[in-house]
């Protein structure tokens, strides 16, 4: 086994607080887009879709993009690496895991749901364009769903229930956030996984964790920052090897 699998296994097998942070790469191995990735699926740089800005312009067009990936979304089904970061998440109480996914596959992966904070909403969650209405919905039926006037307010469309470039993230998910940082001094690892984003490692930095960095490196070496370890490769495929290991106890025959 590599040295670097065999240090990051003994290492989350003695760590009890980890801040696991989660982007679009966990979902890729289930068939779900990335925009970094796959470009061609939105056909737009992320910046001129996924605004209030672009909704306003064009309507129409950005519901289309959200309503073909909320199908793909519905479609999907969880894969290896969020089932093992759902058994990671039963086995450390202590542990954090922040998505930046929108497809609800940690959930259907049976994630520890008071452990999991969704930090950019959700595919299938509706609300109004209108800043003043209330309006909250659920969109998980089969069909295709055009653009809808809000039936509240009447005044605006509807919208996707994310989180867009320049806008606030969600209160409550932020709060809860705070309150386990501020209810952990010392935090003993960070997985990052599937993403360059991170928002909270460098929380997670001063509080004296160790960080460990999932993603497909596609044969190009990026700057690695802050990460103690890289574990190139489909997390599909090194989460569950690395976060069953770690719970195991490590065996006696490597990745092969
Ligand atoms: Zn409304």
Request: with cysteine.
């Amino acid at each position: 086994m590599p040295e670097v699998l065999e240090e990051v296994i003994q290492f989350l097998q003695e760590s009890e607080v980890v801040l696991v942070i989660v982007g679009a790469g966990l979902s890729r191995p289930s068939g779900l887009p990335t925009f970094r990735e796959d470009p061609g699926f939105w056909g737009h740089a992320i910046e001129e879709i996924a605004t209030k800005v672009a909704f306003d312009r064009n309507p129409a067009q950005v519901w289309n993009l959200y309503e073909r990936m909320r199908r793909l979304a519905l479609d999907a089904t969880p894969n290896e690496g969020h089932l093992a970061l759902a058994r990671l998440s039963k086995a450390k109480p202590s542990c954090l895991t922040i998505t930046q996914n929108i497809d609800e596959l940690s959930t259907d992966a049976g994630h520890e749901l008071g452990t999991l904070q969704t930090l950019h909403g959700s595919l299938f969650d509706l609300k109004c364009a209108n800043d003043a209405c209330t309006f909250k919905g659920r969109n998980v039926d089969r069909r295709t769903f055009d653009l809808l006037v809000c039936p509240e307010c009447r005044l605006s469309y509807l919208r996707p229930g994310v989180t867009w470039f320049g806008e606030r993230l969600p209160l409550d998910v932020v709060q809860k956030i705070d309150a386990w940082l501020e209810f952990h001094e010392r935090i003993d690892m960070v997985l990052v996984v599937g993403t360059e984003r991170t928002p909270y490692l460098h929380d997670a930095l001063l509080r004296g964790a160790k960080v460990a960095w999932f993603n497909k490196m596609e044969g190009h070496v990026e700057d690695m920052g802050d990460a103690d370890w890289v574990v190139d490769g489909d997390a599909s495929m090194t989460l569950p090897y690395v976060i069953d290991s770690a719970l195991a106890g490590v065996p006696e025959h490597g990745l092969s």
